[in-house]
């Protein structure tokens, strides 16, 4: 049986930096259970009307960078789920044992080599 610990410790790392960053451009709507992005408080408090597209342009940007981060936030909670569900390290796509080193470069891969773009 695997050793999940030093998974679980990288996957909790990774989580807690996540949301530092993903709490720095958005906030966790507790209604929905998504992080939803939020302006630039600097440009809202600027009053020329010139300065929308600005604002716009920032927003798609915060969008852009929290739909990644979330992304990556599910990955990580997902292998969690699965260290405490004893399923952690098997490909979502053969059933296969995904390879130590492929785990230890990205411990919430969900799939082996073999199925890394599938």
């Known amino acids: 049986m695997m050793n999940t610990a030093p998974f679980k410790e990288k996957l909790e790392t990774e989580k807690r930096s996540l949301e530092e960053e993903l709490g720095a451009i958005a906030y966790f709507n507790t209604e929905t259970n998504v992080w939803e992005a939020t302006p630039d408080q600097t440009l809202m408090e600027e009053i020329d009307d010139n300065d929308a597209a600005d ?3 920032d927003f798609e940007e915060r969008s852009a960078i929290l739909n ?3 992304k990556r936030l599910t990955d990580i909670n997902d292998a969690l789920m699965k260290i ?3 399923t952690y390290g098997t490909c979502e796509i053969s059933g296969e044992k995904i390879e130590t080193e492929r785990l230890n470069a990205n411990p919430a891969a969900r799939t082996c080599k073999e199925h890394i773009n599938l």
């Open 68 to 70: 990644t981060l979330q």
């Open 84 to 86: 405490e569900k004893g």
């Open 55 to 57: 604002r716009f342009e």
